[in-house]
């Protein structure tokens, strides 16, 4: 079975500072990771995803992450953070039958000014 | 395009009374899936639905129950309410029934008193 765990629960950073949100996960055959992210009041929306190649995957604002297989983490970093970056950052894994996505508990990335 | 839409937003049910929550999914997609995100937590897969039949099940009681219509919309019916079911339930359109790509509605939040 799968699992992820967010080892941040909370982010507080200024903003233009550099921010590093932490995942690891754990499965057992093939491996497609995401990341979604929720803005107050909203649904989740999907921010970045890892299939297959390469290892280093973007986001259109700004985001990226890494798929280390051998620290099986898919960490997501951004260099320069914004206010509007404020909202509750979710890591997940997808299941080999590909029908379900586990989640991490979140990490609510506060940026202030 | 029309998007991922939820009904009703909010509802307040007490313990013992059943409840249905209404998913329309996004133009084009034929798969819906079903996820409780209690407060402070992340999403956990309840069910999901591929062409109107049962694609995968999560850790749920057979009280949690659902439907897929011609169309593709969705229905998630809980019967017989616990406290414990007070959460976000979230319905996330899909194409296909093999994608983490997932496109999420707002949510119905449900409060069980």
């Known amino acids: 079975a799968q699992s992820v765990t967010q080892l941040d629960s909370q982010v507080p950073v200024f903003e233009e500072a550099p921010v590093e949100l932490r995942c690891n996960y754990s499965?057992?055959?093939?491996?497609?990771l995401f990341w979604y992210v929720q803005y107050p009041n909203q649904g989740l929306q999907l921010l970045l995803k890892?299939?297959?190649?390469?290892?280093l995957v973007e986001s259109i604002n700004g985001f990226e992450a890494e798929f280390n297989k051998s620290q099986t983490s898919f960490h997501l970093r951004k260099p320069s953070v914004h206010i509007s970056d404020t909202a509750e950052y979710f890591c997940a894994v997808e299941n080999n039958a590909g029908n379900m996505l586990t989640f991490g508990g979140g990490t609510r990335l506060m940026v202030k000014p | 395009e029309t998007g991922v839409t939820q009904s009703p937003t909010h509802l307040i049910k007490t313990r013992g009374q059943q409840v249905t929550l209404r998913c329309s999914s996004q133009s084009g997609h034929n798969t819906v899936s079903w996820y409780q995100q209690a407060l402070g937590q992340g999403p956990q897969f309840i069910f999901q639905y591929y062409r109107e039949e049962e694609n995968g099940r999560g850790n749920f009681p057979p009280r949690f129950s659902g439907l897929q219509f011609p169309n593709y919309s969705s229905e998630l019916n809980v019967n017989a309410l616990e406290l414990d079911d007070s959460a976000l339930y979230l319905c996330?359109?899909?194409?296909?029934?093999?994608?983490?790509?997932?496109?999420f509605g707002e949510g119905s939040r449900l409060t069980v008193l």
């Open positions: 499965s057992s055959v093939s491996v497609y």
């Open positions: 890892y299939l297959s190649g390469s290892t």
């Open positions: 996330a359109s899909s194409l296909g029934k093999h994608t983490g790509e997932l496109f």
